[in-house]
T-cell receptor, first 110, second 114 residues
Framework: KNEVEQSPQNLTAQEGEFITINCSYSVGISALHWLQQHPGGGIVSLFMLSSGKKKHGRLIATINIQEKHSSLHITASHPRDSAVYIC????????????FGTGTSLTVIP | DTGVSQDPRHKITKRGQNVTFRCDPISEHNRLYWYRQTLGQGPEFLTYFQNEAQLEKSRLLSDRFSAERPKGSFSTLEIQRTEQGDSAMYLCASIDWQKEDTQYFGPGTRLTVL
């Protein structure tokens, strides 16, 4: 069983739609990260969360520590948002090791 | 461009050969991570360095893999006697852990073992 599970695995949306990607984890964490990976491999860090909610432009990330769950929301989605979104956690119990989800592949259709 | 560079970007080798990859992190970042990513999967932790010290290594990492960061700046990852199962994208990331937790990823080295 993976320490980090994401859903859905694949998501297709029409431009302008509100999108939610979910992440659940099973280990105690000190931080959770949302990452974006475009075709070709480049990974960009979007958010680092240890509690509450963060907003950056059209992206919103929330975390519920008690429920071990985080969501990434994209408002007014655009084709340039098409990418793989990966949830990663830094475990409290294994030093500074990071565990990654398998990613959610998002395609936004014009 | 995140400021982290990796070389080479692509490597094709025959089974049994040794390969070495290089990562140059952001200069003031003291923590450096190596990951492996296969198609359709998220990155998998391999090892990390705090300055020149290798502090943690995945128990899944074969003895054929070795990593160094001799002066606490760039790092190398060597794979000896490559196998077809080693084919993957090898990613490097760096953090200034005293200031923030954000990882800055390099573009990766794609290894193909024939």
């Amino acid at each position: 069983k993976n320490e980090v599970e994401q859903s859905p695995q694949n998501l297709t949306a029409q431009e302008g739609e509100f999108i939610t990607i979910n992440c659940s984890y099973s280990v105690g964490i000190s931080a959770l990260h949302w990452l974006q990976q475009h075709p070709g491999g480049g990974i960009v860090s979007l958010f680092m969360l240890s509690s509450g909610k963060k907003k950056h432009g059209r992206l919103i990330a929330t975390i519920n520590i008690q429920e071990k769950h985080s969501s990434l929301h994209i408002t007014a989605s655009h084709p340039r948002d098409s990418a793989v979104y990966i949830c990663a956690v830094r475990s409290k119990n294994t030093g500074n090791q990071f565990y990654f989800g398998t990613g959610t592949s998002l395609t936004v259709i014009p | 461009d995140t400021g982290v560079s990796q070389d080479p970007r692509h490597k094709i080798t025959k089974r049994g050969q040794n390969v070495t990859f290089r990562c140059d992190p952001i200069s003031e970042h003291n923590r450096l991570y190596w990951y492996r990513q296969t198609l359709g999967q998220g990155p998998e932790f391999l090892t990390y360095f705090q300055n020149e010290a290798q502090l943690e290594k995945s128990r899944l990492l074969s003895d054929r893999f070795s990593a160094e960061r001799p002066k606490g700046s760039f790092s190398t990852l060597e794979i000896q006697r490559t196998e077809q199962g080693d084919s993957a994208m090898y990613l490097c990331a760096s953090i200034d852990w005293q200031k923030e937790d954000t990882q800055y990823f390099g573009p990766g080295t794609r290894l193909t073992v024939l």
